[in-house]
């Protein structure tokens, strides 16, 4: 279902039946469980919706119920989060949220920045993910 969404979404900015299509493909993923499916269909949907709160719950339950593989579904209820979309939940469970993904997710370049920056520990780069999330959360900042 995916993969032929995909596929024919790359000409919808073309050609508004290949739009539909498109979106079809990615519904029916969506009502089989396909992770992928479900969170293409979500920001197609969520681009048109006007209830943010049950569009920011359907987007935890697909982050939730996706694996790790669809790590894109995670990142944005992440930025819903930052932006103060919280679907229903408090701002502390939005927080232990973003705080569990960051934990949880695999440093990126961590190597290279070991190699330059020799004084930095992962305990010293955790300190200052957490310190940049709770300041973006402060100021209320997105994620662009």
Not at 57 to 67: F, G, H, V
């Amino acid at each position: 279902f995916y993969i032929i969404g995909k596929a024919l979404s790359f000409h919808e900015e073309f050609d508004v039946n290949e739009r539909i299509e498109s979106l079809k493909w990615f519904e029916r993923g969506f009502q089989h469980g396909s992770s992928f499916s479900s969170y293409e269909y979500w920001k197609a949907v969520h681009k048109i919706s006007q209830d943010e709160v049950n569009s920011v719950r359907l987007l935890r339950r697909i982050a939730n119920e996706s694996d790790i593989t669809c790590m894109d579904a995670k990142l944005e209820l992440c930025r819903e989060y930052s932006v103060g979309h919280f679907g229903g939940i408090s701002r502390s469970v939005a927080y232990q949220y973003i705080k569990q993904i960051m934990q949880s997710s695999p440093p990126l370049l961590s190597n290279k920045v070991f190699h330059i920056q020799h004084d930095v520990t992962k305990y010293m780069m955790f300190i200052l993910i957490d310190w940049l999330v709770e300041v973006s959360e402060m100021k209320e900042f997105s994620t662009q």
